[in-house]
């Protein structure tokens, strides 16, 4: 199985290539964020829970992740040709987790995609999107704390990867299509390599 993390900050784009990612290799698209909300919109009592760290801009606690994280990820058909991880794992007490969930599966993550943006297209991004997208957490003030939430406990992640070698960095300051080209670049070559 081709295990795939997406990574990078808030509004750096990680949905919409997570997207055309899933569309062309059909790769099993798990993304907390989502998972999240649809708990939020549901009233599950997790839901309840989530909904106030979420509104603040606060990471939601591991032992609630690592628990939508094992109901979903072993949920999935067996026979999904790779997953792709979008916005998880968040801290390395996550990575940790993934890892160990995935090598008592035979399986483990080949390759982690950070995006990399300029914080203050962050910033125009995310007020971009929060015309439409009706997100509780995408106003101002909460931006900046998920910024620094981002900068404190997901960032280190980044060199996690790296000392692993499992790290590639893709500008993604331009338009949607040539970042994602990138991308797939990235991929491509993996799997080519790997001889898949
Ligand atoms: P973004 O990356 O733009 O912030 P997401 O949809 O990935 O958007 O996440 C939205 C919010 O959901 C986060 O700010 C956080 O509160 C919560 N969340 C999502 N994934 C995780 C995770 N793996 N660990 C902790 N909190 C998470």
Redesign the pocket.
């Known amino acids: 199985m081709f295990n795939i993390i997406i990574i990078g900050a ?2 750096c784009g ?2 919409t290539q997570s997207a055309n990612i899933i569309r062309k290799y059909g790769f099993t698209h798990i ?4 998972i ?2 649809e708990e939020v919109e549901l009233h599950t009592s997790i839901g309840e829970v ?1 909904k106030k ?2 509104d603040r ?4 606690p ?1 032992d609630i ?1 690592t628990h939508e994280i094992f109901i979903t990820a072993t949920s999935q058909p067996q026979q999904t040709k790779g997953m792709l991880f ?6 390395i007490f ?1 990575a940790d987790y993934l890892d160990s969930l995935l090598f008592q599966n035979g399986s483990k993550i080949s390759l982690v995609i950070q995006m990399d943006v300029d914080e203050d297209e962050l910033y125009n991004r ?1 007020l971009n999107r929060s015309k439409d997208s009706n997100r509780s ?1 995408d106003h101002i003030e909460i931006i900046h704390k ?1 910024l620094k ?1 981002y900068d404190k406990k997901t960032h280190p992640l980044i060199e996690y990867y790296r000392k692993q070698g499992k790290l590639q960095t893709v500008r993604a300051m331009d338009p949607v299509k040539d970042v994602f080209g990138r991308i797939a670049n990235i991929i491509d070559d993996y799997l080519i390599k790997e001889g898949k």
């Open positions: 808030p509004g990680k949905g993304s907390t964020g989502e999240l909300r989530v760290f979420i801009g606060y990471l939601v591991d992740i979008d916005g998880f794992p968040r801290t996550q995310i957490d998920r939430e």
